[in-house]
């Protein structure tokens, strides 16, 4: 499986952005999709997952109600709506589709929150 994140920019805070992530091959909806993120100096961070089997979603108690992770399965893409945002969300955020013993990792894409 082969990933695509799209989608980062600057924002101010308060502001909205939409990251994408597109994914190779026939398989992608067996995938639990999960999206990270992580800010300069400080570890790779959970952000959310959306399940394959049913599409429940998970998510971080840092980004719960401001963010909402989605996927289309017929465009192999799952999406994460990024909502009053703020400094603090500053991040490369990467996706990865969650197997049996790892992940498949997306390249990131930089998510910048002004103050």
């Known amino acids: 499986v082969q990933l695509q994140a799209s989608g980062g920019g600057l924002v101010q805070a308060g502001g909205s952005l939409r990251l994408s992530c597109v994914a190779s091959?026939?398989?992608?909806?067996?995938?639990?999709m999960d999206w990270f993120r992580q800010a300069p100096g400080k570890e790779r961070l959970f952000v959310a997952r959306?399940?394959?089997?049913?599409?429940?979603?998970y998510y971080a108690d840092s980004v719960k109600g401001r963010f909402t992770v989605s996927r289309d399965n017929a465009k192999n893409t799952v999406y994460l709506q990024m909502n009053s945002l703020r400094p603090e969300d500053t991040a490369v955020y990467y996706c990865?589709?969650?197997?049996?013993?790892?992940?498949?990792w997306g390249q990131g894409t930089q998510v910048t929150v002004s103050s």
């Open positions: 091959g026939r398989t992608f909806s067996i995938y639990d």
């Open positions: 959306i399940n394959g089997s049913d599409s429940n979603a």
């Open positions: 990865a589709a969650r197997t049996g013993s790892g992940y498949y």
